[in-house]
């Protein structure tokens, strides 16, 4: 298991979010993702983890390709690594159904779910990157959105821009290491 803080407040986080009581009324909604895979996300009813469907040829680059087994070596030498964090993948199989492939990940909006402002998906170019329609707060906004959208202002301290300049550094080095080169940063602005 990996973690992003203490193992044992990851367990009770994890049992807790799984909870079949819990989970009942979540388990019938789901959203259908915005990227090229249009994967199914389901949230966990404390909004901790995200369920999300994988399709044949992730599950194939994750785990036969061995991306999974590079991805727990880079996450472990950089625990402050900006790369989401991955607790499972699963197959689950079902009588007559074909079986269906899910990531168990953080979910990077938690329980401030509420407090979103903006979400922007960024890969640092402009061809198609723009959301025409956007309907709520939580539309996923893209790169042309983040430029024109002049009403952020972003302050960080020199230390802190260095620090966050570091980890992409090393983030992309190993997504570049692995032959992936479609990744994103997702910044989300919560309201004060």
Do not use: W
Not at 70 to 78: E, G, P
Not at 80 to 96: D, E, H, P, Q, W
Request: hydrophobic share 35%.
């Amino acid at each position: 298991m990996i973690t992003t803080t203490s193992s044992k407040r990851t367990a009770i986080n994890f049992n807790s979010s799984f909870s079949p009581r819990e989970n009942h009324k979540e388990m019938t909604k789901f959203q259908i993702g915005s990227g090229k895979s249009d994967s199914f996300f389901f949230f966990t009813s404390n909004n901790k983890f995200i369920i999300k469907t994988l399709k044949e040829e992730e599950l194939k680059l994750l785990v036969r390709k061995g991306i999974l087994d590079k991805y727990h070596q880079h996450i472990k030498k950089n625990p402050a690594s900006l790369l989401s964090r991955f607790y499972g993948i699963f197959t689950v199989k079902i009588n007559f159904m074909k079986p269906i492939s899910v990531v168990i990940m953080d979910n990077l909006m938690g329980n401030e779910v509420h407090q979103i402002e903006r979400i922007f998906d960024l890969k640092g170019s402009l061809h198609r990157r723009d959301t025409k329609k956007i309907s709520s707060k939580k539309t996923v906004r893209k790169d042309l959105n983040f430029m024109r959208e002049t009403d952020i202002v972003m302050k960080v301290s020199p230390s802190t821009r260095s620090d966050i300049k570091r980890r992409i550094q090393k983030d992309s080095e190993f997504l570049k290491q692995c032959g992936l080169m479609d990744y994103s940063l997702l910044l989300i602005v919560f309201s004060k």
